[in-house]
């Protein structure tokens, strides 16, 4: 019977849609060639970018000066986030997302340093 549930579960679907822990990705933005020189501009323009998946399906993307919320599911490997203005195919294996286009490769983060509870 324990075999026929599961071949049921497995057959319907049904997997993990969002992350078991909060995960945190960064990049240095663009205009930078390294975090050293962007601390010594010293003139509190942030270094990085950064993407936020929260294990309650919650997403949070800071590009520029303001913060974007949404939400987002996995498909597989890809983290699909929809925030207001646009949506974001993350790909968690190769960390990159064709969506978000820069020179700086992304890189997770830990411990995180971004807040799911806001």
Request: aromatic fraction near 8%; charged fraction near 25%; hydrophobic fraction near 35%.
């Amino acid at each position: 019977m324990r075999a026929l549930v599961l071949g049921l579960i497995l057959a319907s679907g049904c997997t993990e849609t969002v992350l078991d822990e909060n995960t945190t990705y960064r990049r240095l933005q663009d205009q930078f060639d390294s975090k050293e020189q962007c601390l010594a501009e010293g003139d509190f323009t942030p270094c990085f970018q950064t993407l936020l998946l929260c294990s309650d399906g919650r997403a949070r993307m800071d590009l520029e000066s303001s913060p974007q919320r949404g939400t987002y599911q996995l498909h597989g490997n890809i983290a699909v986030a929809a925030f207001i203005q646009r949506t974001i195919d993350f790909d968690l294996d190769t960390a990159r997302a064709e969506d978000l286009p820069g020179r700086h490769p992304w890189e997770r983060v830990e411990p995180i340093f971004a807040s799911c509870d806001d």
